[in-house]
């Protein structure tokens, strides 16, 4: 069992940057690939970036290429999620997750094994 936590959302103006931390308690997640997806109001989870778990792959939505950054740091145990330039539309529960298997970067929901609680980023306009 791997319990995830997120941290680092809030509110943010259009434009502006944000750096989300998803931290892994109890056990450590450097031999998982790791994803975030997000979650709007009235819309399926969506898959947002995923990172293998030695850190030399990743993988982003159409929608965030460029923008989104994803990355971990093994002895600290967390990953991490740098938005920039970030837009209303980026507005959601963002969540991490951990995968046990390969096909983490497929960006399925089903593909992940634990999830964090989730944490809430808005961007106003």
């Known amino acids: 069992q791997v319990h995830l936590v997120e941290s680092g959302g809030g509110l943010v103006q259009a434009g502006g940057s944000r750096r989300l931390s998803c931290a892994a308690r109890e056990r450590t997640v450097s031999i998982y690939n790791m994803g975030w997806f997000r979650q709007a109001p009235g819309k399926e989870r969506e898959f947002v970036a995923a990172?293998?778990?030695?850190?030399?792959?990743?993988y982003y939505a159409d929608s965030v290429k460029g923008r989104f950054t994803i990355s971990r740091d093994g002895p600290k145990n967390t990953v991490f999620l740098q938005m920039r330039n970030l837009k209303a539309e980026d507005t959601a529960v963002y969540y991490c997750a951990a995968a046990d298997g390969d096909g983490y970067y497929t960006g399925r929901v089903d593909e992940y094994d634990y999830w964090g609680q989730g944490t809430q980023v808005t961007v106003s306009s």
């Open positions: 990172i293998n778990w030695s850190g030399h792959n990743t």
